[in-house]
């Protein structure tokens, strides 16, 4: 989660599993249909994006495993904090997003939810699940990476 400063709201959840697991080929951003207990949960930091991802269901998106904590103050309308939520796109995206995963090996996987002026908006990714090999050619290009910018520091 983005660490928050004094005085300040919690501007985006990130999914860091995403990135590390998946090779993100296109990116979509989409509004989402919450309750209004749920915005104000997420203006307070109480989201994990941990495991989400999207599937298609009868012409519509819908984004699962996205946990947003019950809001302290709502009183009676309480939501699941676990329930399936409504992702709302362009038909063309939605078609295209359909024919990647009917197409196999790809996911459509939450990567963040942020505010975009007062709406709240999740940016998914379709990805390629990456092999354990994968994943080690990433750390090996990290680390030398930053030992050349140890290098080049150090000679200025």
């Known amino acids: 989660m983005a660490k928050k400063e004094q005085g300040e709201r919690y501007r985006e959840v990130r999914n860091s599993k995403a990135l590390r697991d998946y090779f993100i080929e296109e990116r979509f951003e989409?509004?989402?249909a919450l309750?209004?207990?749920e915005v104000k949960s997420i203006r307070g930091g109480h989201a994990q994006m941990?495991?989400?991802?999207?599937?298609?269901?009868?012409?519509?998106?819908?984004l699962h495993n996205l946990h947003i904590d019950e809001y302290a103050h709502s009183g009676?309308?309480?939501h699941d904090p676990r329930r399936s939520r409504?992702?709302?796109?362009n038909r063309s995206e939605i078609?295209?997003?359909?024919?990647?995963?009917e197409a196999g090996?790809?996911?459509?996987v939450g990567v963040r939810m942020y505010f975009k002026e007062a709406l709240v908006k999740v940016e998914m990714g379709l990805g390629v699940g990456k092999k354990q090999h994968d994943k080690r050619d990433a750390i090996k290009a990290r680390v030398v990476n930053r030992e050349m910018q140890r290098e080049m520091r150090g000679r200025r």
């Open 50 to 62: 941990a495991d989400c991802y999207g599937l298609v269901d009868k012409g519509e998106v819908w």
């Open 35 to 37: 309750k209004g207990s």
């Open 95 to 101: 078609r295209k997003i359909q024919k990647a995963l």
């Open 105 to 108: 090996g790809r996911t459509l």
């Open 86 to 89: 409504k992702l709302l796109l």
């Open 76 to 78: 009676l309308f309480v």
């Open 30 to 32: 989409a509004g989402i």
